[in-house]
């Protein structure tokens, strides 16, 4: 198990040759308020707390498998909510994903339709409407010319193949008008256009 570990570490230091930094249909890495990707809004009174993940729901490439990923969270419009801490849900965690970036592996093929990475707490103190909090690139990325996204790594030993993935969002108390799910345009607008079918 430990060679396994040392390998995925390996894997997610070194730059893929068979790297595909294309983010079309390879999956979402997002935050939300339930650990399978369905809740990406919900209510929040002053005074209360409510625990949110940062969850990756497989696509094209990715089903058949990831053994890591490296993101970071980005709180927008969320001034008077606190985080309470986090906790990471793989077997390895290296940094914090709202300092910066997070790096998480396993020595494990982890394939479900939606595999939880992260786990942590809000506190809504003093805060108001349309609280976000962003799945996005690392800050820095470990690759920066090579993956400048938030990226997956797939369990192809030894390749450790990296692949960019789309990101997306949870609000905390929407208005009518802030949707929550995927941060990519084309995808916001097919949400939309499906309201009206």
Known sequence: MRNRLANVLVGLALIGVAAAPATARNGMLGVFFDEYGGQCSSTLRQGGITQMYVVFMPEGDTRGGITGAEFRIDMQDADGYHVLGSENLLPIGLGDPF????????????SNLAIPLVRFQVQNISGGSNAKFVAKVGDPPSAPTEFPC????????????????????????ASGSTLCGSNSESAEWSRIKELYR
């Open 99 to 110: 300092g910066g970036r997070m790096t998480v592996a396993t020595g494990d093929c982890l």
């Open 150 to 173: 938030a990226l997956i790594v797939l369990c192809d030993a030894p390749a450790f193949t990296k692949i960019c993935v789309e990101t997306g969002k949870a609000v905390l108390n």
